[in-house]
């Protein structure tokens, strides 16, 4: 089983890391390994960019419309410990592979306890973990992309992770530097996304330096999320978050929603691995989620024609359907190849 390349903001006491926030790490662990700690740090970040960079880029996906490789960044949510992270990302790894999926998958870690009471803490560790990921984890993005690398990096939010992510962003806009510079992301997705669907309108400041850097935002909703009605509640339900009722109306024509409620309802928990809440986690263990999401990553199908989608009354529906029989036959990267020397 190949190693787990973790990109963790945890502070570290002594050999092991903790649920506070701390200076960026990157690590690489062995698939054996149930926690990591000190000696699974990498003291070059440039070498584990390096690395990473190499192995996706070693591992062309044929039907991605990307100029090399590869890499997902996946960033959790609340109430998830070390174990969990290395639990979710292997899994994740498993179900994009066995769908077609070609390239490298990175996990963010950050300091999210444990325990659900701490949720409001998490969310403050969130705020401070974005500015961290912003300093070390753009930064290095930025330099890459300038000297030439044409490596694909595409972020995957669950939860609070997605709150991160749009933190990120919006702290980039406020460094100099990186907001003249011309780095970009691919796809960014969100699943049980928990930050409003407000924030997501076009009328919404916090979205915007989000959707200046990125191809495309998929995000995958469940109208039967109970861990998102529990944070709605919390807000004395004046704020619906996105991962339970979708996008807004105006919304940014780079988003897209992905409504999974029918096909949820038809899947039974005990059918497939799971790695938390099952209504709010069910998609890392699931195959057609992840068929979704590796045709979403690789760019080459219209968002309204991937087959595991359909429409109804207008909007997108997920759906357990396979990729096109003859898709390695198209020849997508060949083509990808050609039109950039056009």
Same mark, same amino acid.
């Given at each position: 089983?190949?190693?787990?390349?973790?990109?963790c903001a945890r502070k570290r006491e002594g050999t092991q890391f903790t649920a506070e926030p701390g200076p960026i790490k990157f690590l690489k662990v062995p698939s054996n390994v149930a926690v990591y700690d000190e000696r699974h740090i990498v003291t070059s970040a440039k070498d584990w960019v390096?690395?990473? @960079?190499?192995? *996706?880029?070693?591992?062309?996906?044929?039907?991605? =419309?990307?100029?090399?490789?590869?890499?997902?960044? $996946?960033?959790?949510?609340?109430?998830?410990?070390? !174990?969990?992270?290395?639990?979710? =990302?292997?899994?994740?790894?498993?179900?994009?592979?066995?769908? &077609?999926?070609?390239?490298? #998958?990175?996990?963010?870690?950050?300091?999210?306890?444990?325990?659900?009471?701490?949720?409001?803490?998490?969310?403050?560790?969130?705020? *401070?973990?974005?500015?961290?990921?912003?300093?070390?984890?753009?930064?290095?993005?930025?330099?890459?992309?300038?000297?030439?690398?044409? /490596?694909?990096?595409?972020?995957? &939010?669950?939860?609070?992770?997605?709150?991160?992510?749009?933190?990120?962003?919006? @702290?980039?806009?406020? +460094?100099?530097?990186? $907001?003249? %510079?011309?780095?970009?992301?691919?796809?960014?997705? $969100?699943?049980?996304?928990?930050?409003?669907?407000?924030?997501? %309108?076009?009328?919404?400041?916090?979205?915007?330096?989000?959707?200046?850097? #990125?191809?495309?935002?998929?995000?995958?909703?469940?109208?039967?999320?109970?861990?998102?009605?529990?944070?709605?509640?919390?807000?004395?339900?004046?704020?619906?978050?996105?991962?339970?009722?979708?996008?807004?109306?105006?919304?940014? *024509? +780079?988003? =897209?929603?992905?409504?999974?409620?029918?096909?949820? +309802?038809?899947?039974? !928990?005990?059918? @497939? !691995? @799971?790695?938390?809440?099952? /209504?709010?986690?069910?998609?890392? &263990?699931?195959?057609?989620?992840?068929?979704?999401? *590796?045709? /979403?990553?690789?760019?080459?199908?219209?968002?309204?024609?991937?087959?595991?989608?359909?429409v109804e009354n207008g909007e997108l529906i997920l759906q357990d359907a396979p990729r096109p029989s003859f898709q390695l036959a198209w020849d997508i990267k060949a083509d990808t190849k050609l039109a950039a020397r056009i």
């Amino acid at each position: 089983m190949p190693d787990n390349y973790i990109v963790c903001a945890r502070k570290r006491e002594g050999t092991q890391f903790t649920a506070e926030p701390g200076p960026i790490k990157f690590l690489k662990v062995p698939s054996n390994v149930a926690v990591y700690d000190e000696r699974h740090i990498v003291t070059s970040a440039k070498d584990w960019v390096s690395e990473v @960079q190499g192995l *996706a880029d070693g591992d062309e996906n044929p039907n991605s =419309i990307g100029p090399t490789g590869d890499v997902l960044v $996946f960033v959790h949510g609340y109430n998830n410990d070390i !174990p969990s992270v290395l639990k979710r =990302i292997r899994q994740l790894r498993k179900d994009m592979r066995a769908e &077609g999926w070609h390239g490298e #998958i990175v996990a963010f870690d950050w300091p999210s306890d444990n325990q659900t009471l701490n949720y409001l803490e998490d969310r403050s560790d969130a705020a *401070a973990v974005a500015s961290e990921l912003v300093s070390k984890g753009i930064r290095l993005l930025s330099t890459s992309q300038k000297a030439g690398c044409e /490596t694909n990096v595409h972020l995957l &939010g669950h939860s609070t992770g997605c709150y991160v992510i749009m933190e990120a962003f919006a @702290q980039s806009d406020k +460094k100099g530097d990186l $907001f003249k %510079s011309d780095w970009r992301i691919g796809q960014v997705a $969100f699943i049980g996304g928990d930050v409003s669907a407000d924030s997501l %309108s076009l009328s919404s400041d916090w979205n915007q330096p989000m959707f200046r850097r #990125i191809m495309r935002l998929t995000n995958y909703s469940n109208p039967f999320d109970a861990v998102l009605a529990v944070s709605n509640a919390k807000r004395l339900g004046v704020a619906p978050r996105v991962g339970r009722v979708g996008l807004p109306k105006n919304v940014n *024509a +780079k988003a =897209i929603n992905v409504n999974c409620g029918e096909y949820f +309802k038809t899947v039974d !928990p005990n059918s @497939q !691995p @799971q790695t938390g809440s099952w /209504t709010h986690s069910w998609h890392i &263990g699931n195959r057609v989620f992840a068929r979704d999401l *590796a045709m /979403t990553l690789e760019g080459a199908i219209d968002r309204h024609a991937i087959p595991t989608r359909h429409v109804e009354n207008g909007e997108l529906i997920l759906q357990d359907a396979p990729r096109p029989s003859f898709q390695l036959a198209w020849d997508i990267k060949a083509d990808t190849k050609l039109a950039a020397r056009i």
